[in-house]
């Protein structure tokens, strides 16, 4: 990453874009309480942190009790666990579920394999870091995270949304540059690809 | 010996009456193909598995003989890179349901600029097989009518299963982990032969 092509933004100390958070009116505030209970995660696994997922949808450990249900489709979800391991293949297809999402939207890092690549540190195919391609709001440290670790992240976000802080959604469309030159550097977008430079509205 | 293994095909065919009807003993396989083509040699290591080894314009005339005489399941093909003796090996493995037998068919060619005739005409799941190898090992399948990109998207380096190829070094390249740990990844790994990829 070179100066030119972070213009303006901010980096916290590890060199990674990170945004301003944004002043919220009251009924901004209520509403982020009111969406913070009533969220849909993306049923979208790329590894083999997947198997965590159904003992935490079904009777066992319960999502719902959060207000937290599962979601086929990528419009109509807010949250994006990333359960694992990317190859170069899967991150072309997380970036464009991720871009299909509608604001606001969250990203989970879900395992170590996320955070620097795991057991798959040398890995020819396989990305290190998902922070460089996609703003993640919590990771999950483990191998495997239990779904206690998941539903720990769960009370986290509410948390952060209810102060405002889960702003990578916003980070992803001010520092657009700093993404899409790293995802530019890992995989080549086709021409179908539908979606045009995100604009912050 | 050849005759002394035909009697024994209908005991182990697990199919009404002949699979195939020239299907024989695997040992009795392996001293028609001696007989039959100069210059191979041939192994049985078990009353179940069988190795020919055999230069690289025969291995055709092999194929097609075990094909006819029952092994005909074409199992897989495999590349191994022998880069001490600078050589690819192939292994053609084909497997007979008459005599419940293994043969592997091995050959090698030179690692320079490899190329080797498809076995497409007389096995077609070799197609897939072929796509891999020239995809993972860089070796040139003439003859194959489907040899295009397969696994590895947008992949510009070299052939990363290839001894040569330093995964390491090329992760570091490519995916930049060390913007984040410059300090964490030890300097003598970046300077390994790639030994670690086995």
């Known amino acids: ?201 | 010996m050849v005759e002394d293994s035909l009697d024994h095909t209908k005991a182990m065919d697990p199919l009404k009456g002949d699979y195939k009807p020239g299907s024989i003993k695997l040992e009795g396989a392996l001293e028609r193909i001696k007989r039959l083509i100069d210059g191979v040699e041939v192994e049985a290591r078990s009353i179940k598995r069988g190795v020919i080894k055999v230069d690289p314009k025969l291995k055709d005339l092999v194929l097609k003989n075990l094909k006819e005489m029952g092994f005909d399941h074409f199992v897989l093909l495999t590349c191994i890179d022998l880069i001490d003796e600078d050589r690819f090996e192939l292994v053609y493995h084909t497997w007979s349901y008459g005599t419940k037998g293994l043969i592997m068919v091995k050959t090698t060619i030179d690692r320079e600029d490899p190329s080797i005739g498809s076995v497409v005409p007389i096995f077609r799941p070799a197609i897939t097989y072929e796509r891999e190898i020239k995809e993972m090992f860089g070796v040139d399948f003439p003859g194959n009518p489907r040899l295009t990109q397969f696994i590895l998207e947008d992949w510009e380096g070299p052939p990363p299963m290839r001894k040569d190829f330093n995964a390491l070094q090329y992760s570091v390249e490519r995916f930049g982990t060390d913007i984040r740990y410059p300090k964490s990844l030890p300097p003598h790994l970046l300077n390994d032969g790639g030994d670690d990829n086995e």
């Open chain 1, 1 to 201: 990453m070179t100066d030119d092509e972070q213009k303006g933004g901010l980096l916290d100390q590890n060199g990674y874009p990170i945004t301003n958070l944004p002043e919220r009116g009251f009924v901004r505030k209520v509403a982020d309480w009111a969406s913070s209970r009533s969220m849909w995660l993306l049923w979208y696994c790329t590894g083999c942190g997947a198997v965590e997922l159904p003992p935490c949808f079904t009777s066992r450990y319960d999502m719902e009790r959060y207000g937290i249900g599962p979601m086929a489709t990528p419009r109509q979800a807010d949250i994006l666990l990333i359960t694992g391991y990317l190859s170069v293949k899967t991150l072309k297809r997380v970036v464009r579920s991720y871009e299909q999402m509608n604001d606001p939207k969250y990203v989970f890092g879900h395992g170590s394999c996320t955070i620097d690549g795991g057991m798959y540190w040398d890995s020819y195919a396989t990305i290190k870091d998902v922070g460089l391609y996609v703003p993640v709001d919590i990771y999950i440290a483990g191998c495997m995270p239990r779904p206690e670790a998941i539903f720990h992240a769960f009370e986290k976000l509410q948390v952060m949304i209810g102060k405002g802080e889960a702003v990578g959604w916003r980070n992803y469309k001010e520092n657009y540059q700093f993404f899409r030159g790293n995802q530019d550097k890992v995989f080549k977008r086709g021409p179908n690809w539908a979606l045009e430079e995100p604009v912050l509205k």
